[in-house]
């Protein structure tokens, strides 16, 4: 699998006019050998040459962690030796150097005071169109975590999760515990937002106490290890009430639910990603909502909770098959309430295949 995504990195690297490619912390450095940087004050970088020998510099003190594989070579530096030197030396010196976009600054300077001639690129160049469309075992993972928090949201709608009377903060802690519980390896965010925090899509769990009669918003997802080592990220919204819902907020949530599913079935290969914003958007403004949908519809999902395609409007690049994304309308009444529905989909050729299958009704509990 690895050698397979390293030969597709260098076909990238070719069409681009990449002559080497360093990936430093972040999601693409898995994606490409199966091992995480330590995001930590020592310099981990993947040298990655279009032809040539490819070599990952590593702190000598972490190297054990690092599986030998055919693919690469290991370069460990001791604590006293500068390993951006080493870097730069396996560097030809000229050409375009493609770094991955999370590395931090300290790095990218370093590597431009040793060689001033370097002329850099944004990894993402390189890494986007592979990471953006999802093999099927990629598609597989990301069904299995969509299943675990799915799991979780059911419980969350039959009551079987107390809610009443908890603070934000602890259901928040106890779907984190579950997303850990249900095989996930960390957990990326649980949002609760209740009542009128409802309003604030990013709001943080706090200490305000759940009530009876209110609209409770859940945002939760981990990440889940592939059996190589490499995590795939869930990522769910739903909403319950605690108690009958007011008509008004009825109203809202069937606007929302029927744009949700709108935006869903949009999301067909060939499809411009912002025809499926569109697709979503034109009903809840239809409705007299629009003002209160500040988000775009959706983002890629895959190794990284936030990755490309983009569901937004200007973004007219057509979706592809494998492209596996969120669909996560909301409407956000400032003071009052708010309501988000999210799904994760996956361009299929056979159609929009939405991974996460728990009801999208408004709970009440
Ligand atoms: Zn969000
Ligand atoms: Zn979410
Ligand atoms: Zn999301």
Known sequence: MFADRIVRARREMTERNVDTLLLSVGADLPY????SAMPLERLTMLVLPRDGEARLVVPALEAPLVAARDEFS???WGETEDPLDLV???IDGRGRTAIGDTTWSRFVVGLLDRAPDLTLANASEVMTPLRAVKSADEVACLRSAAAAV???AARL???EIAIV???EAQLSAELGRQIVEEGHQKVNFAIVAAGANAASPHHHAGDRVIQAGEVVLCDFGGTMLDE???GYCSDLTRCVYTGEPPAEFVELYDVLFEAQAASVAAATVGTPAELVDRAGRSIIEAAGYGEY???RTGHGIGVEAHEEPYIVDGNDEPLEAGNAFSVEPGIYIPGKWGARIEDIVVADDSGPDPLNRVDHSLAVI
Do not use: E, K, N
């Not at 490409?32 to 091992?35: K, R």
């Open 228 to 230: 190589a080592g490499v």
């Open 157 to 159: 709608r039959s009551g």
């Open 293 to 295: 949908f500040i988000h």
């Open 150 to 152: 799915d799991r979780i």
């Open 32 to 35: 490409l050998t199966g091992y």
């Open 74 to 76: 290991i370069v460990p």
């Open 88 to 90: 730069v030396s396996m």
């Open 165 to 167: 009377g908890q603070t």
